[in-house]
């Protein structure tokens, strides 16, 4: 009691003297400022909760900026993924099943080389106990994906951005996507050649809207996406170009990319609502960004409900690629693997799948502006398509994340509700502290020397202490 009432009566926090000191003032004085203490304190205490909760729930500000005009926009990654090469699929099943083979087989190869989560043909001529064609393919399917589709010296012939012409397959690495093998230019996922020199894709006020032009030789998807983005099931229609034959596209983009505070790094991934691509926790790509995740999930709950993955799934070790019966149960339960629902329609009982992801910090607002087709048929040359894809206008706009609510501003925040209301501060707590430690050990000390005088009581009690 004697260290608790000598830390009272010289603390450094407002107030505290008036309560113990009972010589100077009365019970009713002491009363009153007791009350006046804790009610301060309480005060604080709610101080610093709003603090915590605008420091974890409102840290950062999410604003359009149009104030400076001086950035360079990066152009859309554009990845080039076939489709449905029915030239080849007839060439390659001449190889597998012989010149002399059923017509249905060769769908039931174009299901397996082009997967989208559907093998109706598949099933229909190989799975089951009747009628099953025994030149079916039983498995290895991510062989003859491989086999069957075109490599980037058949699929892209032209490439110019700005009207330079450059090495399309130099710049259109290939990668492996949950809907097969495709070529990507720009792109943060691909894997870079040693002593690779990306093209410059930027556009600002110097060089002009960028504009890429594309000669495809297979009929294809085109997909418009952002830097880590990758092409899935559920990729948005307004991004995506189905490229037919004898065809010219003509499209125009209007982009929006995200400018990061640099203080965003430092606060948590909660707190920014957004991951970084280096806090990667998939397994499908090497960033994270939002569809990597929607493919790792996807991937996930193949595995739960089949206990295999799709053979086209990347990343995927070949042991867990599905043969027919896991091709049987991914049908079945395609509509809950490639429709993407919210966590309340799974509790109505709707078919799809929940993921909880995140969105990417670099995620890029793409809008297609405008777009053309003209017929360029001749059948006098082998079928081509030509695209274009540019950018109406340089961007005038762009979204910019800022922090509202450091660590330091937390720190500065709850200093200043616990200095108003009870005259605390960071020495106030070390006093604390040492008042019941340090002081404490001391104080003991004394009163041992006060009421023993021999040397040996002294020395037994401060061992004893």
């Known amino acids: 009691m004697g260290i608790f009432q000598e830390y009272m009566l010289q603390s450094s926090l407002h107030g505290a003297k008036y309560v113990v000191d009972s010589e100077k003032y009365s019970r009713y004085e002491r009363v009153f400022w007791a009350i006046c ?267 739960k409900l089949c206990g295999c993955n799709s053979h086209v799934m990347p990343n995927t070790e070949i042991e867990q690629h599905c043969e027919i019966d896991g091709l049987v149960c991914l049908n079945k339960h395609y509509e809950d693997l490639s429709i993407v629902i919210a966590a309340w329609s799974k509790a109505r009982k709707r078919k799809g799948i929940v993921c909880d992801c995140l969105p990417s910090c670099y995620e890029v607002d793409i809008m297609v502006i405008h777009e053309t087709r003209d017929n360029i048929y001749d059948p006098s040359v082998d079928p081509y398509s030509i695209i274009e894809v540019s950018l109406a206008s340089l961007p005038t706009e762009r979204y910019k994340r800022n922090v509202v609510r450091g660590k330091i501003d937390l720190v500065v925040s709850i200093g200043g509700s616990t200095g108003l209301f009870v005259g605390a501060s960071l020495l106030s707590f070390v006093e604390i502290i040492y008042y019941f430690t340090i002081r404490a050990g001391l104080f003991n000390c004394v009163n041992v020397f006060k009421h023993k005088s021999t040397f040996s009581d002294v020395f037994t009690k401060l061992q004893r202490y």
């Open 37 to 303: 203490i804790i009610l301060s304190w309480i005060g604080s205490v709610f101080l610093i909760k709003a603090s915590l909760n605008a420091f974890n729930n409102n840290a950062i500000s999410f604003v359009v900026e149009s104030s400076y005009l001086d950035w360079d926009t990066d152009f859309p990654s554009i990845f080039i993924c076939e489709n449905k090469n029915m030239d080849r699929v007839q060439e390659a099943a001449d190889k597998i099943f012989g010149e002399d083979h059923d017509f249905t087989l060769e769908e039931v190869l174009s299901e397996i080389v082009y997967f989208r989560g559907e093998s109706y043909h598949t099933i229909h001529e190989c799975a089951g106990d009747e009628n099953i064609n025994e030149k079916c393919l039983l498995g290895n399917y991510s062989y003859y994906a491989n086999f069957v589709r075109s490599n980037c010296e058949n699929s892209l012939t032209e490439c110019a951005f700005n009207g330079k012409s450059f090495d399309c397959c130099k710049h259109f690495l290939p990668i492996e996507t949950e809907i097969g093998r495709c070529f990507a230019l720009n792109s943060g996922q691909t894997k870079k050649p040693p002593n690779y020199t990306p093209l410059n894709l930027k556009s600002n006020r110097f060089t002009g809207p960028g504009s890429l032009k594309i000669k495809i030789q297979t009929e294809s998807f085109m997909y418009t996406i952002g830097y880590y983005e990758v092409p899935n099931l559920v990729t948005p229609k307004t991004d995506i170009l189905q490229v037919d034959q004898f065809i010219h596209y003509k499209r125009q983009l209007s982009i929006k990319n995200v400018e990061n505070d640099p203080e965003a790094r430092d606060v948590s991934v909660l707190q920014r609502n957004c991951r970084f691509p280096e806090e990667n926790f998939v397994e499908v790509h090497k960033y994270y960004s939002f569809s990597a995740c929607s493919v790792q999930c996807r991937k996930d709950e193949q595995s």
